[in-house]
């Protein structure tokens, strides 16, 4: 093949040597590409970066099997996961693109550009893009890459004084330089701009470190003495925040201003409109709660649940200053749904907010302002409602709706559009294929059935017969219960299953079912070999 460097004078053939190059080439323009879209994206808007803007264009059209299947595969990396593919895939396409630079040199640039358009055009769709600006992330770096791609592939197209060997080592060599310090170049400025780090992000962490959280006019009653059961390998009562679960689509976790953040709150049967800044809101009665959170992807025995103090503002006192009225009082809304900065919708029922529950505008999570990972500044809690359904966090506006006029989120995703929590219980101690020792044998573990309260755990070893466990103290009928079960454990294969009866008399019904539509149930059960004996 001859390569003919769009018109210019046709240069020597192509060797492997070449190709090769150009291949490298191809990696090097996407990588200064993505380098340089950081690197802005971090002075403008940390979500513009392609890759953040791409991924989350994925992840909101990922059919919800999928992403259920992602969640169980890989939990909490799920997400890193999902960039790393899209770096692989990317990094596919772009030796692809260098190749194909080596025989048409101005269609391997136009390509970079074309995914430059790309990125720049899931940057401003996404749904928390508020302005074209967005878009000069990627349009900057694919631009800096096209040109280097040029740039590159002309070096090893150029035609030299003189042909054979010597010219194309020339070539080459200055290939690699080009190579080298471009490369050296866009890794330097991002290590620059990460350790200067983006002003967005600085704001925001200031703005949190100023947070003075107010007193609770109504603080959470005292947690019973009974209800902290220490036995090794039982989740703790209250789950610390660096422990807590986090489950959302945001692939960076919004870094919002609190100084510059607002609630709105509007809607068919809003008398007057109200917008509240986080003072506003902090100068209202405000209530602390012990409340369990529990996410509906959560399997049988999964880890997707925890139980916090909040500190907030009660959500019912808010909709009824702005003359709200649930459907039993004849309003005409009976969804709410809350938006977030990342535009995340989530549809509740007005109805439970305002039943008296404790519903909450939380600010605080376990003493602390939230952390941005589960809400900063300001997100909502409804107990006994998953999170899918009640928990926004970086939440923005409320409005007043129904569940006919609007599907929120994950409803055309396949998820149930109203989810109460589901009656769950847990082994946490033995773990799955644990070998204990034989003798008493201490099986532990937590039970939850937000807003119905739990009133009995029981153990079954094997195919015997159903044993009461002991139950620690209920704090209310919102959080979780531990519970303990001192088992006389013989040598052998054994396994323990466990199920809980709620506030209402009902016990988890026996048959496992998926977390779609509306959340899993069954028994948990966990197999162990105790050791010893004769
Ligand atoms: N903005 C936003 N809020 C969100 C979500 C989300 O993806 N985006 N996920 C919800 C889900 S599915 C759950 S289970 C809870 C989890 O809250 P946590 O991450 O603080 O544990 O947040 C809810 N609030
Ligand atoms: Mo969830």
Redesign the pocket.
Known sequence: MNATSDGHRPAREATRTDRLLAALGGLLAAYVSLAVADLVASRVRPEASPVVAVGGAFVDRTPAGLKDWAIRTFGENDKAVLQLGILLVLALLAVGIGLLALRRRALGSAAVGAFGVLGALAAVTRPDSESAVDAVPSLVGAALGALLLYVLIGRLLAPRAGTGAAAARADRRSFLVVAASTGLAATGAAALGRAVGSPVEENATASRAAVRLPRPASPAPPVPAGARLAVPGISPFTTPNRD???????LVV?KVDANRWRLRLHGTGVREELTLTLRDLMARRTVERDIT??????EVGGP?V?NARWLGVPLADLLREAGVRPPSEGGPADQLV???????T?GTPVEDVMDGRDALLAFG?NGEP??F???FPV??IVPGL???V??????ESIELTTFDAYDA??VPRGWAAEAPVKTQSRIDTPRPFGRPAAGTVMVAGVAWAQHRGVRRVEVRVDDGPWREARLAAEDTRDTWRQWTYPWEAAPGRHTLTVRATDGTGTTQPERRTATMPDGAQGWHSVVVTVEGGE
Do not use: Q
Request: with cysteine.
């Open positions: 807590f679960y986090r489950v959302d689509t945001a919004p959170l529990a996410c509906v992807s959560n997707y925890g809350a938006r977030s900065v990342d535009g995340m989530i999570m939230l952390p990972e589960h809400g997100r909502m998953y999170g899918y009640s928990a926004c966090k970086w939440i989120y994950w």
